[in-house]
Nanobody, 115 residues
Framework: QVQLVESGGGLVQAGGSLRLSCAASGNMFRFNAMGWYRQFSGKQRELVATITSGGSANYAFSVKGRFTVSRDNAKNTVSLQMNSLKPEDTAVYYC?????????WGKGTLVTVSS
């Protein structure tokens, strides 16, 4: 059974940085896409950034230039470096992976940015 486990969330002041990491286990294949989504309180989950196995990345407009997604195919990990954080980045961040038409999700990690 595929499991995605996030780490690295927490509290940071506006302008600061955090790095989220996600480790996948239980899969016998390389994920086509991995990445991150976030969910604001009372809102639907939204895309933050995704990256293909070939390294092609896609970002939400609101995080372009501030966040960087990366992955290690050999270790089945994906990371999100978040710089210049803003209070409006406060959300639960979910690790995401996709293969063979199936989406996999982590349980989420809370990122809180104080003003």
């Amino acid at each position: 059974q595929v499991q995605l486990v996030e780490s690295g969330g927490g509290l940071v002041q506006a302008g600061g940085s955090l790095r989220l990491s996600c480790a996948a286990s239980g899969n016998m294949f390389r994920f086509n896409a991995m990445g991150w989504y976030r969910q604001f309180s009372g809102k639907q989950r939204e895309l933050v950034a995704t990256i293909t196995s070939g390294g092609s990345a896609n970002y939400a407009f609101s995080v372009k230039g501030r966040f960087t997604v990366s992955r290690d195919n050999a270790k089945n990990t994906v990371s999100l470096q978040m710089n210049s954080l803003k209070p409006e980045d406060t959300a639960v961040y979910y690790c995401y992976a996709q293969q063979y038409g199936t989406d996999y999700w982590g349980k989420g990690t809370l990122v809180t940015v104080s003003s």
